[in-house]
């Protein structure tokens, strides 16, 4: 399926307000606040959250929560989507000065209520769909959204549970816990294709986090920030990971059951210091 955008000349109206509130982001852009964050604490923090377990009131007041916990963007996406991305999106623009970056599930998966787009391949995976027929599908409208997209080479790793969200919707397996020596070439490979990121994924409540041997061994033998999410439950895990060589923690399940600004406050200063 094809992303379908609104009525046309609502679609453009709304547009080109957009880009007005946007010019900030041809100075500045997104991918370039990545890595001052690195700059800056040497490793960042991102809260994932889902639009289909976010209303928009509960959005509007989580933004601004973790705006004050001290995380460094917010991405906005999942696997699976039914609720319509445009109304949440935008309140997240306006009860926050992070960026708003997409993480899309499929071509369907867009706003032009949002800064940047992790433009992502699952290389991990042999599914030509999600390698690129999605991404042709999308492209269009990332161009005139004005999305800033920012390539990322997507790995599925086994999180030792029962199969993912992600894993049945895109028909691949994840590379097994054990087999570093598989995760870093794809990772090269990533880095050699051009994209700007990589991301380690064990999956949306995954029992077991991505293992340190494995982020070590990719974070060797790339030049590009790494990006690690799934099963990370605590702040201490997320110290582990970074320790281990993350360059970005990602943390959503954990904050919708157990959200506080108290936990991501405690999620962002592990991962800072």
Not at 27 to 34: A, C, G, K, P
Not at 124 to 143: D, F, H, M, T
Not at 243 to 270: C, Q
Request: proline content about 6%; overall charge negative; hydrophobic content about 40%.
């Amino acid at each position: 399926m094809t992303h379908t955008p609104k009525k046309s000349q609502r679609a453009d109206r709304d547009l080109t307000q957009v880009k007005k509130g946007k010019s900030h982001l041809r100075s500045n852009r997104v991918l370039d606040h990545f890595h001052e964050v690195l700059k800056k604490h040497e490793a960042g923090y991102f809260v994932l959250i889902d639009p289909e377990q976010c209303e928009v009131e509960k959005c509007a007041k989580l933004a601004r929560e973790v705006e004050r916990a001290g995380a460094d963007a917010i991405l906005l996406g999942g696997s699976f989507l039914t609720n319509d991305l445009d109304p949440i999106a935008k309140t997240l623009k306006q009860e926050t000065e992070l960026p708003v970056v997409l993480f899309p599930g499929d071509s369907m998966h867009l706003t032009p209520y949002a800064d940047a787009i992790l433009y992502i391949s699952l290389i991990s995976g042999r599914n030509p769909s999600y390698l690129i027929g999605e991404q042709v599908k999308a492209a269009p409208w990332i161009q005139r959204y004005a999305l800033e997209p920012i390539p990322t080479g997507y790995m599925l790793i086994e999180g030792g549970n029962s199969r993912t969200t992600v894993e049945f919707m895109s028909g691949t397996i994840p590379i097994p816990r054990d087999k570093s020596d598989i995760a870093g070439p794809h990772a090269l490979a990533a880095e050699y294709l051009g994209m700007q990121m990589v991301y380690l994924e064990a999956g949306s409540g995954a029992s077991h986090p991505v293992p340190d041997e494995m982020i070590s061994t990719v974070k060797a033998q790339i030049n590009i920030p790494l990006i690690i999410g799934g099963g990370i439950r605590t702040p201490k895990i997320a110290a582990e990971k970074v320790a281990a060589g993350a360059d970005f923690i990602v943390t959503g399940n954990v904050l919708e059951e157990n959200g506080s600004f108290e936990l991501m406050k405690a999620f962002a200063e592990a991962v800072h210091s």
